[in-house]
């Protein structure tokens, strides 16, 4: 018995000798105050020319630790950044080793002697470490854990308090990777409230978003000590760790310290209106030039209209069923404007002498031969105006405009979704049922872009 405590008492005397003030900190005779020759990140990234390397300089480089495998979210990796407070890049190298956060702390400093390691690249993310053979291919690796203490040094200094860069997620960039970062105002997406944080041994990605339905991933291993907690319910600032594969980001909390949701969620962004003060304006299908087709739409209001979910049908010829349709979805109309659509952009331009608004291929609404009947129908299904008589083939009727052009009568102010000759001054080929035989050609006989 006498041997089993002495046993356990040396131990725990060797143990605590490590320690630096009770916290897990290594001694201060196992530090640096500084190497030579320390070099910058891009110099180390630098010598990646496409494949992987392995370093022959004696370099140096040295940089904060931001990351921690204390709660479990990372695993045998350390991610540090050149500079406590605003930094311009972060690292990371891959080591064989648990439990990092008792050797290599949040904020400590630390210098990586280079000499020795490989260097690659992973989705477009630089790593070091050692190397690992695996399909016939050599990549980088986890640096084994007996080579870890030689090549990551610590610095006698004290842990300092990194600061994370504040940014939205609009504002990410790869300059940010492996950087320890904060966002404000974001929440869980509403779909997985009722989740944890990720499933039982998988690494598990959540959503997050801010107020404008920005999206950013959360991602979680399943091995976290926070794995089973429920995911917080409102919104708030979360901090941790940008990683990257190629142009997919995400985020990685080192413990639930890191989030504060603790504000009301964003209220739901409308975005999608209706208005009867948007309407054809103008469809052309110039005699001469079948390529310098187009619909002309406008903006009667004094307000941009947001056209979300809006779409243009067209019926070809008698046809009741949808041939084709335009999805208006990203586009705009400024106060009493235009917006013009094309089916051969290139062509559009050299004809008109300006590019459209949108070009959107052959065989569209945009594409009508002039014998179609066309809709304009808002985000929830609703017709707004149309031109034409769905189910009625135009030719010879007062909704022809082949080789010709339709134009709405000046004033005209609204949207009318049900068709009236009396709105429309119509050209074509054939002068039938009161319309004019004059067949149009472009450019001159048209006007895209204004109005009349």
Known sequence: MYRVSFFYMLLFGVFHSCIKDGEFNAPSSDCKEGLETVVSYAQVKALYTGELVQIQEDWSIEGYVISSDRAGNFFKVLHFQENPISPAEGFQIEIDMRDSYLRYPVGKKIFIKLKGLYLGKSKGVFQLGGTFSGFGTVTVGRLPALKVPEHILLSCDDPVTIEPA?????AIDSTLTSTLVRFQDLEINEAELDSVFSR??????????????????LLNSGFTDFQNEPLPKGNGSITGVLLRENSKYSLAIRDLDDIDFSNSRCEDVITEFTSDQVFFTELADPDNNADARFIELYNSSEVTIDLNGWTILRYTNANTEVSSQIDLSGLQIDPESTLVISPDPEVFTVVYGFPPDLGVGGNSPADSNGDDNLELVDPF????????????????????????????????????????FSEWTVYNDTGDAGTLNLPQNAPEDFSPGNRN
């Open 166 to 170: 504040e940014i939205s997620i609009p």
């Open 200 to 217: 039982a041994g998988e690494a598990t990605e959540r959503v997050l978003l801010d107020c404008l339905d920005n999206e950013l991933s």
């Open 381 to 420: 299904g609703t017709v707004i105006d149309a031109f034409g008589v769905v189910g009625e083939d135009g030719s010879g009727t007062n909704h022809e405009f082949e080789d010709g052009r339709a134009i709405r009568n000046s004033n005209v102010d609204r949207a009318n979704p049900t068709y009236l």
